[in-house]
């Protein structure tokens, strides 16, 4: 069966510092990758999405960016993080359609 | 662009009644899905929906997909604490799978 990682599970970060997420899928070959953000209780925002390896879309203009160095590895990172960065950020792997998501990264920039 | 709006945006209620929420859309898709997500979790998958007019059955939910397969529907009975969470629509345009789009969610809370 397919399972889907994401680690780490909650981060605190000061403005200005680095991140990098990381999301690892188990199960599957060749997935679609889903990076999202998620304010308080509603809707998902995709960040970026990737069909293959080093085949990244991005949806939103912004100071994040996504690599896929490997086929089941997923990561999101930033070079300077801004208080708006702070939220929910789940990754999934989907087909047809139907989405799985991982258990979400917590992160709080301070 | 299409969108998928989703109503009402919260919705609190007693344990034991029903309740409905519905996910709009003016554009078409080829599949619509849903799924409950509980706070500090990832969203989990409840339903496919694919072709027009069908309805689907999961215990005490009832989701329907509408004719021109713009819209759905989710019907819960007999709500129980256990349904409390954030109910969003998906929907998979005509064109791609690689792009789904999500409805901002309706927030449901079933008081005991």
């Known amino acids: 069966s397919q399972t889907i990682h994401q680690w780490p599970a909650t981060l605190v970060q000061p403005v200005g510092s680095p991140l990098s997420l990381e999301c690892t899928v188990e199960?599957?070959?060749?997935?679609?990758l889903y990076w999202y953000r998620q304010a308080a209780g509603r809707g998902l925002q995709l960040l970026f999405y990737?069909?293959?390896?080093?085949?990244i879309s991005s949806e939103v203009p912004q100071n994040l960016s996504a690599s896929r160095p490997q086929d089941r590895q997923f990561i999101l990172s930033s070079k300077k993080l801004l208080l708006s960065d702070s939220g929910f950020y789940l990754c999934?792997?989907?087909?047809?359609?139907?989405?799985?998501f991982g258990p979400g990264t917590r992160l709080t920039v301070t | 662009t299409q969108l998928l709006e989703q109503s009402p945006q919260f919705l609190s209620i007693q344990e034991g009644e029903n309740l409905t929420v519905y996910c709009n859309s003016s554009s078409v898709f080829s599949s619509l899905q849903w799924y409950r997500q509980e706070p500090g979790e990832g969203p989990v998958l409840l339903v496919t929906?694919?072709?027009?007019?069908e309805v689907k059955k999961l215990k005490r939910l009832t989701f329907q997909f509408g004719d021109a397969r713009k819209d759905s529907s989710l019907h819960i009975t007999a709500a129980q604490p256990g349904d409390t969470g954030l109910y969003l629509c998906?929907?998979?345009?005509?064109?791609?799978?690689?792009?789904?789009?999500f409805g901002p969610g309706t927030s449901l809370s079933v008081i005991p």
């Open positions: 929906v694919v072709t027009g007019g």
């Open positions: 999934a792997w989907s087909w047809q359609g139907e989405q799985y």
């Open positions: 199960g599957t070959s060749n997935p679609n």
């Open positions: 990737s069909i293959g390896i080093d085949q």
């Open positions: 998906a929907g998979a345009p005509k064109t791609s799978y690689d792009k789904v789009i």
